[in-house]
């Protein structure tokens, strides 16, 4: 019998227990439960983990990442590849080494890669990007999936991407709170909160499985805001999640509010309880285990992956550029991120890696259904 029950029984009735009988969340709900400690924290965790299994299994699948350059047109205040920070080389891969990466996930069965990269908006960008979509499609035998993040761009490229054959797109809408948004940003045209809304609604209309998610632990952010950020991914009927702990670093802007920061196992602590939540909240989507809690724990994808995560994105980018993808402190460039390492931390958890299959969720099945997507494929 699992703890949850256990500590269900009548003899130890409490409102977060009762909470835990509940499938969907009041923002009151969701910032008592956001805060609980100790056996409630437990229960909270056992509780996303059962839902987990019911409706994912104790399994995960990859998406190899591809960070194929860290030259970005923006200036958000707490990242590292920041256009304004020059202290760091900037790179970018050539096509060449790009599919070679995305050959190595292919051959390797990881069966989806993610390209994420700094963000830029021209002709040459969009076509550069739909003419790897189209080669990656064509050395899979149009196989491997493909997962975007590369920013906010207009609905046409979106579009000419998705019809090139890019399916999934990762889009963090970073915090749902404007006003916290405007404090982590620069106050001009390139750094809009309707902007990056209206990005993420154009993706989900244009067909695409849309994935959201926001930092936590900012500078100035509530456990209210945290607490709206899940009703939100929820109302936007979300498909995809990619959470993780804000992370200082030190050649930008935020540092100067670090000792105001959560410590950072506190921060961890409450992006695993962000996940819990969002799992039994929303019980088929897919999510993400962040690098950012391995950065903080060695362990943190396995606990992340634990209580609700389901998706674990290895790191494919050749060694010799890791480093200079710093976007926090710390971020491990040269661990091993190898499957043979993965599946046995995995294994320590009863959780195995599911190879060559898409892992597409119920979730966007339902929403496709619902929408009359034309998909075209
Ligand atoms: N440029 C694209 C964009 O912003 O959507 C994609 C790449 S960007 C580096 C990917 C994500 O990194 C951002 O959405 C942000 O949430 C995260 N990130 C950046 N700086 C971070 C930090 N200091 N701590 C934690 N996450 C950070
Ligand atoms: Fe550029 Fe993305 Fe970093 Fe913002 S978060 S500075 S858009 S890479």
């Not at 292919?106 to 989806?112: D, Q």
Request: aromatic residues 10%; proline residues 3%.
């Amino acid at each position: 019998m699992s703890a949850f029950y256990y500590l269900c029984s009548p003899m130890s009735g409490t409102t977060i227990i009762e909470l835990l009988i509940k499938d969907d969340f009041s923002k009151d709900d969701l910032v008592k439960l956001l805060r609980a400690e100790g056996e409630e924290k437990i229960m909270l965790f056992q509780k996303s983990a059962d839902v987990k299994e019911q409706y994912i299994g104790k399994k995960v699948w990859l998406r190899g990442l591809i960070e194929f350059s860290n030259i970005c047109g923006k200036d958000c205040m707490y990242c590292g590849i920041r256009k304004s920070n020059t202290k760091l080389e900037r790179y970018n891969l050539t096509d060449d080494e790009i599919l070679t990466a995305a050959r190595f996930a292919y051959e390797n069965r990881y069966a989806s890669i993610a390209l994420q990269s700094g963000e830029l908006e021209s002709a040459s960008f969009t076509n550069r990007i739909e003419n790897l979509l189209y080669k990656i499609k064509e050395i899979s035998n149009g196989e491997l999936g493909i997962t975007l993040s590369v920013g906010e761009q207009e609905p046409e490229v979106y579009k000419k991407w998705f019809d090139a054959g890019a399916h999934r797109y990762l889009l963090r809408i970073e915090t749902t709170n404007p006003d916290l948004y405007r404090k982590i940003h620069p106050d001009n045209k390139k750094h809009n909160f309707q902007r990056r809304y209206d990005c993420l609604k154009n993706l989900q209309d244009i067909g695409y499985q849309a994935g959201t998610g926001v930092m936590i632990g900012l500078p100035f952010q509530t456990t209210e805001d945290l607490a709206n950020d899940l009703l939100f991914m929820r109302d936007f009927d979300i498909d995809m999640v990619g959470m993780g702990p804000y992370i200082e670093h030190v050649d930008t802007p935020l540092i100067k509010y670090a000792d105001k920061l959560l410590p950072l196992k506190e921060r961890f602590e409450l992006t695993l309880k962000m996940i819990a939540l969002l799992r039994i909240m929303m019980k088929d989507i897919n999510m993400v285990a962040s690098t950012a809690q391995q950065t903080i724990d060695p362990e943190g994808r396995e606990k992340s992956v634990e209580i609700g995560a389901n998706i674990i994105m290895p790191n494919i980018t050749p060694g010799k550029y890791r480093d200079d993808y710093s976007l926090y402190a710390n971020k491990p460039g040269s661990d091993d991120d190898s499957v043979s390492n993965l599946e046995a931390r995995l294994a320590l958890i009863d959780t195995e890696i599911v190879y060559g299959k898409w892992g597409d969720t119920k979730h966007y099945e339902k929403r496709r259904k619902a929408e009359a997507i034309v998909y075209r494929r």
